[in-house]
T-cell receptor, first 113, second 112 residues
Framework: GQQLNQSPQSMFIQEGEDVSMNCTSSSIFNTWLWYKQDPGEGPVLLIALYKAGELTSNGRLTAQFGITRKDSFLNISASIPSDVGIYFCAGQLASNSGYALNFGKGTSLLVTP | DVKVTQSSRYLVKRTGEKVFLECVQDMDHENMFWYRQDPGLGLRLIYFSYDVKMKEKGDIPEGYSVSREKKERFSLILESASTNQTSMYLC???????????FGSGTRLTVV
């Protein structure tokens, strides 16, 4: 599958701080999605983005589909301890719409009270 | 809500055993997927299926096979388990290939 470069690999922040993570690729994507995985559970969808430039919020989370269709970012405002987990970006390649989602390697987020 | 159920949360198997991981979804989704998750490597696609009896290889199909005899059930088979198949296995289903995946809670398999 096409590699998605997700960064940072990990973040260790204090409660109340804002968080930003992103995903980039050398290829164009049709969709970008952001998932969160709590320890011991499967990933859960946070935000889905379907067109270039789209900016979507879900509570304290905001994500954008890059205008070049090759990147996306996720911001979390005013972090709280329950934000702890692994965040994955995922996307479907425009050149291979008959294939499953590609996933990034994840950003591990730790929040201290 | 869509529910994806994986039959076991934890499994310990011996090298060389044939292992079956079962996954069932209850929302009539066309597509089902098997991913494995390893630290630092993210989620890697093993196989997916877009219809009953149809399957497509993912990025790392070697050492695995799958079966989809009914729409709601997608099984991952390790023909002869090896220690490098020790991993977390995640099943997912979706209405569309490009989005809307719902994941199960995962099966943590240890091969000794």
């Amino acid at each position: 599958g096409q590699q998605l470069n997700q960064s940072p690999q990990s973040m260790f922040i204090q409660e109340g701080e804002d968080v930003s993570m992103n995903c980039t690729s050398s290829s164009i994507f049709n969709t970008w999605l952001w998932y969160k995985q709590d320890p011991g559970e499967g990933p859960v969808l946070l935000i889905a983005l379907y067109k270039a430039g789209e900016l979507t919020s879900n509570g304290r989370l905001t994500a954008q589909f890059g205008i070049t269709r090759k990147d996306s970012f996720l911001n979390i405002s005013a972090s709280i301890p329950s934000d702890v987990g692994i965040y994955f970006c995922a996307g479907q390649l425009a050149s291979n719409s008959g294939y499953a989602l590609n996933f990034g390697k994840g950003t591990s987020l730790l929040v201290t009270p | 809500d869509v529910k994806v159920t994986q039959s076991s949360r934890y499994l310990v198997k011996r090298t060389g055993e044939k292992v079956f991981l079962e996954c069932v979804q209850d929302m009539d989704h066309e597509n089902m997927f098997w991913y494995r998750q390893d630290p630092g490597l993210g989620l890697r696609l093993i196989y997916f299926s877009y219809d009953v009896k149809m399957k497509e290889k993912g990025d790392i199909p070697e050492g695995y096979s799958v079966s989809r005899e009914k729409k709601e059930r997608f099984s991952l088979i390790l023909e002869s388990a090896s220690t490098n198949q020790t991993s977390m296995y995640l099943c997912a289903s979706s209405l569309y290939l490009g989005y809307g995946y719902t994941f199960g809670s995962g099966t943590r398999l240890t091969v000794v």
